[in-house]
């Protein structure tokens, strides 16, 4: 399988023969309504904590993800918005870790390499914006979720993240950037 790379601006394109281009940008207020569509299918399939609607941020994540020291990614093929994932400061937490925070791809889009990069892409802002550590909140039975933190260098703590106001999850990890 031949693979080429490209960097132009905020969006990193992976060529891969066999598919046709994923790129990574920020995100765009024109993918709120797809991305809400992913967050709330993941959150129901998993289901995560609390639920789809409790959180405010769903149907507005491009505005959520506006602030100071905020990101967020979604992944594209062609003009079609796969899923994403963003950081952002901790709600109490303290000044130098962050949060990853609506990490969700559509079914079709997983195992395929597009939540690394999307980590990638995280980290690198985390990064940028100051960030020394950067912290989740997941559960039990997300395994693929948890196996792809693990591999990208998360480690597991063993009591709650304060901060991330996720009192359902039951399994929290910690990033040094």
Do not use: N, Q
Not at 18 to 37: H, K, N, Q
Not at 65 to 77: D, I, L, T
Not at 113 to 138: D, F, I, K, N, V
């Amino acid at each position: 399988m031949e693979r080429a790379r490209k960097k132009t601006g905020t969006e990193v394109t992976d060529r891969d023969s066999a598919d046709a281009a994923v790129t990574i940008g920020r995100v765009r207020p024109e993918d709120d309504a797809p991305l809400a569509r992913i967050v709330r299918a993941g959150m129901a399939e998993h289901g995560v904590c609390g639920g789809p609607d409790d959180d405010l941020e769903i149907d507005a994540i491009s505005r959520a993800f506006a602030g100071p020291r905020s990101a967020y990614f979604v992944a594209r093929r062609r003009a079609r918005v796969l899923g994403g994932g963003g950081i952002g400061p901790l709600s109490g937490g303290p000044a130098d870790a962050c949060e990853l925070r609506k990490m969700y791809l559509a079914p079709g889009a997983r195992g395929a390499g597009t939540g690394r990069r999307l980590l990638a892409a995280c980290r690198e802002a985390a990064r940028e914006a100051g960030y020394r550590s950067c912290r989740l909140a997941t559960m039990t039975r997300m395994e693929r979720a948890r196996r792809l933190y693990e591999r990208v260098g998360f480690r597991r703590v063993e009591t709650p993240i304060p901060g991330t106001g996720h009192a359902g999850c039951d399994r929290w990890y910690e990033l040094d950037l």
